[in-house]
């Protein structure tokens, strides 16, 4: 089972991130994206206005990882006023994500410094990677009551089968929601014909 990291964890890893580097954590925990396609996302990949976000290459112009990796990713008007802002804040007429001095940051950057970052997030196991930013978003998308054909258009993932082999447990167990679907229809028949007055009468005698 992947681990998953709390929101506040997330945040806390957001921040103690060098600033330039903070909108790669933000791509991974609310885009989902991969850790080369972070570092490959361009400017032009990103519709600010309409809040899309558009992967279209790994690091460095390698193609991405399956079919499915192509999907565009809706993001909220908050998410892209902040990555517009890091974007304002560190120029480039390349990549979204910059490294020091205005440089580019290929994965190993962003892993390296994810490495760093971590040591000091109460909690963070050792061995979390930026690649468990990807397993935070599924999570919160699954608490949300988001279905399977969801997250996987969210995680971008060739088939379902991969979801849920990956994320299956995450969902609620499901007993009590086919209790209780069974339930309403069996205490609307009840209701309907007055048995449920009579088992209670039944029941206290």
């Known amino acids: 089972k992947p681990y998953v990291a709390t929101t506040a964890q997330v945040w806390a890893l957001h921040d103690a991130m060098h600033e330039h580097l903070r909108a790669a954590v933000l791509l991974g925990a609310f885009v989902g994206l991969r850790v080369a396609e972070v570092a490959a996302l361009r400017v032009s990949d990103v519709d600010f206005i309409r809040g899309v976000v558009h992967p279209a290459q790994q690091w ?15 993001i909220p008007n908050d998410l892209a006023l902040l990555l517009s802002a890091s974007v304002k804040r560190y120029p480039s007429p390349m990549m979204v994500t910059r490294g020091e001095a205005g440089q580019d940051a290929p994965p190993w950057v962003i892993e390296r410094e994810v490495r760093a970052a971590r040591a000091s997030i109460e909690g963070l196991p050792d061995e979390f990677s930026f690649h468990d930013l990807r397993h935070y978003l599924a999570s919160l998308l699954i608490a949300s009551g988001a279905d399977i054909k969801t997250v996987q258009a969210r995680m971008r993932h060739g088939s379902a089968r991969t979801t849920l082999d990956t994320y299956g447990h995450l ?26 007055d009579q088992l209670r009468t039944s029941a206290t005698d």
């Open 60 to 74: 460095p112009d390698k193609p991405l990882k399956t079919d499915g990796s192509a999907q565009p990713v809706p």
């Open 171 to 196: 969902w609620p167990d499901a007993d009590e929601s086919t209790r209780s679907a069974v339930g309403a229809v069996i205490a609307e028949r009840m209701d309907s014909n007055g048995a449920a």
